[in-house]
């Protein structure tokens, strides 16, 4: 949940319920605070004192008097004052603020104002369903020489950790609450009221239409699936039109081929990159993004029951290609193929990218930090990677390898939806190459967010739990002049 915020020139000091913080730099200087004249200096040998440098992530701690009581100013560092540092020194103020009704933030003197308020924002986030954590600051007040002139960074901070926020909420919700049904809902909610209109497909309008894919994989569920279709009209067109398709599990058990219980814990989240299209394209307007777009949620819950699909089974996708199930637990393609084919055949997009918890090899390939990028388009493939980079949501380009190609060839379908034997490996590169049969030849990219989606650690900008990885990368490539 996004936390309260304020912009200001008269900084409040530190009286017990409320803190100042103010930046210090590498050459350990600490710059003037706006609304502070008796700001008092650090003593000498302070900052030696605490081995600090200067990096961003640092935070001296300073007793003060202040009104007969000792009061606390936090000295923070900026490092080299990169989006990255301001990013991280920013989390770490509010990090150090817990649990405090408020902080007031001197803002650092220069660089990416916008990644220090985002990261501030996003390290006060946390999702709690009662008391069971500890409160995050309830509000951060930031402090500027003249607020005019940060006003429109300080919103473009607000606009990506809010939708980041967004789609961390919606991935943290329990699946018991998070029906296909209820993401549509949020959908609707969250988009509608930000000027974009939103069709939602059900089950008969799924099978009027042919999407054989979302239906099987969502027919051992007591909670049917969803198409959830998010159309973006900007004000004023460019001409481009980009698709955007998320996988939409709502709950992973994997099917009938089922997950033991250690994989299967976190699968709530399998819908995060549904999230991020959903955040996103709920903050295309604010941020004046020209291109129109189309979001596509694939929606459906993997379930396994007398109703599942079963390993063998041959299901027919939109556009009448024949997948054979070898796997159930390989559903998150089946529901993007889907999506994929209804792209290219009845929006006609310039671009396609989808974003998925698509497979556990990404993990294995990337680790955490690093989310797999996949490209039919080098440019495309380089407009991502540098998105990625400079908005916080990092890639790594992994190759397409045709000669793996016939790990998916199928003696009784158009294609099999895995590898039956192991000649080839590579999971998430065949699960790759799967998803491409589907775009018609598009420029597509794809984003495996399986290893990034979830974060094991509260540290910096990321909290325990969903991440909301892709929504910063995606804003930032569709509109590059925000954040
Ligand atoms: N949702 C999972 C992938 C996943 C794993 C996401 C771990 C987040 C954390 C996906 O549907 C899946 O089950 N993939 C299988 C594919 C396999 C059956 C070819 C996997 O990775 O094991
Ligand atoms: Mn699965
Ligand atoms: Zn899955």
Same mark, same amino acid.
């Given at each position: ?46 900052? !030696? ?45 509010? $990090? ?188 295309? &307007?604010?941020?004046?993004? &020209? ?38 637990? !390989? ?43 996949? !490209? ?16 916080? @949501? ?10 793996? $190609? ?51 650690? @509260? ?21 590059? @002049?925000?954040?």
């Amino acid at each position: 949940m996004p936390i309260q915020t304020a912009i200001t020139t008269a900084a409040r000091a530190a009286d017990g319920a409320a803190l100042l913080a103010v930046p210090f730099a590498a050459d350990l200087t600490v710059s003037p605070v706006p609304g502070v004249p008796d700001l008092p200096l650090p003593p000498e040998g302070l900052f !030696a004192q605490h081995k600090a440098k200067g990096e961003a992530g640092e935070i001296v701690e300073v007793p003060v008097a202040r009104d007969g009581e000792v009061a606390r100013i936090l000295l923070y560092g900026v490092g080299d004052g990169s989006a990255k540092a301001l990013r991280k020194a920013g989390a770490a103020v509010v $990090r150090r603020a817990k649990g405090r009704e408020s902080v007031s933030v001197a803002l650092p003197p220069e660089g990416p104002v916008a990644a220090f308020v985002e990261g501030a924002l996003l390290g006060a986030y946390t999702f709690r369903i009662g008391e069971n954590r500890s409160e995050p600051v309830a509000a951060v007040e930031f402090v500027a020489a003249d607020p005019a002139a940060v006003a429109d960074q300080i919103r473009d901070g607000e606009l990506i950790a809010g939708s980041v926020a967004l789609a961390r909420d919606l991935a943290n919700t329990p699946a018991s609450v998070k029906t296909p049904a209820w993401l549509a809902e949020k959908a609707v909610e969250h988009a509608e009221a930000q000027g974009v209109a939103v069709r939602v497909r059900g089950p008969e309008e799924l099978r009027e239409g042919g999407f054989g894919g979302i239906l099987a994989v969502g027919q051992g569920s007591a909670s049917p699936p969803r198409l959830i279709e998010l159309s973006y009209e900007p004000d004023d067109p460019d001409g481009r039109h980009v698709v955007l398709v998320g996988k939409g599990i709502t709950f992973d058990s994997g099917g009938l081929s089922l997950k033991p219980t250690d994989n299967m814990k976190g699968q709530k989240t399998d819908m995060a990159g549904g999230a991020v299209v959903i955040a996103v394209l709920s903050a295309l &307007r604010r941020a004046g993004v &020209r291109a129109r777009v189309t979001g596509l949620v694939a929606a459906a819950e993997n379930m396994p029951s007398g109703t599942a699909q079963r390993p063998g089974d041959v299901i027919t996708h939109y556009g009448g290609r024949t997948v054979e199930v070898l796997n159930t637990d !390989a559903e998150g393609r089946l529901v993007l193929a889907d999506a994929l084919a209804y792209a290219d055949a009845v929006l006609a997009p310039d671009v396609v990218v989808d974003i998925a918890t698509l497979t556990g090899a990404i993990s294995v390939a990337l680790g955490r930090g690093h989310a797999g990028l996949y !490209a039919t388009d080098d440019d495309l493939a380089r407009a991502l990677l540098d998105a990625g980079a400079s908005s916080g @949501d990092i890639m790594w380009r992994m190759p397409l390898i045709d000669d793996y $190609r016939p790990a998916l060839d199928s003696g009784v379908a158009d294609l099999a939806n895995v590898e039956s034997g192991s000649t080839y490996g590579a999971g998430s590169v065949t699960a790759a190459l799967f998803l491409r049969e589907f775009t018609g030849g598009r420029p597509w990219a794809h984003l495996d967010i399986a290893g990034t989606g979830r974060s094991t650690v @509260d540290e910096g900008p990321l909290s325990k739990g969903a991440t909301g990885f892709g929504v910063r990368a995606l804003l930032r490539w569709l509109a590059p @002049d925000a954040g």
